[in-house]
């Protein structure tokens, strides 16, 4: 039971969480810039957004990471269920590294709900002169940092009793 639990544990953590953490790195990087003020019809001064052609931005991809965002980071929640599910089988829950390894996913899953998510939806939505997307980048590598870190905790496994 317990080697089938890791290798869920170990399979669902490398497609969905690396899947959410490649798209919330790419997004910014894909998705559209406002270039202008449009007069518009009332003058309104709406923005604009760039053209899809110049450079690499393309609002296509940047649904795509967008939608891959969502959906992996929902099916994510599958990695720490069966971690847990997999430490009390194993007698391990009360050992420090799991507990700060469920504080950090805790963070990393607040993160990706509350900030990032969002944040990329707006970026779709309005489009700014880049601001939100420098702010989506910083989010990314925290995002991504923490992952690596309760990667980190997974190996090293400071204070386990075994």
């Given amino acids: 039971m317990d080697d089938l639990l890791l290798s869920v544990h170990v399979l669902a ?5 690396g899947g959410s953490a490649v798209a919330t790195s790419l997004f910014p990087r894909y998705a559209p810039v406002a270039t202008g003020v449009s007069a518009g019809p009332a003058g309104g001064g709406a923005p604009v ?4 052609a110049s450079g690499e931005r393309n609002r296509a ?3 795509t990471l967008h939608r891959i965002t969502r959906v992996y980071g929902i099916f994510g929640i599958v990695v720490p269920v ?4 997999l430490a009390l089988v194993q007698g391990r829950m009360g050992e420090i ?3 700060l390894a469920m504080i950090l996913t805790a963070i990393a ?4 709900a509350v900030q990032i998510y969002p944040l990329q939806r707006d970026a779709l939505t309005e489009p700014d002169d880049g601001g ?3 702010t989506l980048a910083m989010l990314a590598g925290i995002y991504n940092l923490l992952w690596a870190v309760v990667v980190v905790l997974m190996i ?4 386990a009793d075994s």
């Fill in 97 to 99: 590294w799991i507990t």
């Fill in 49 to 52: 957004a760039s053209p899809e």
């Fill in 61 to 63: 991809v940047a649904v």
């Fill in 132 to 134: 939100r997307l420098r």
């Fill in 156 to 159: 090293v496994r400071p204070g």
């Fill in 109 to 112: 899953g607040g993160l990706l």
């Fill in 82 to 85: 069966v971690g847990i599910v």
């Fill in 13 to 17: 953590g490398i497609v969905f969480v």
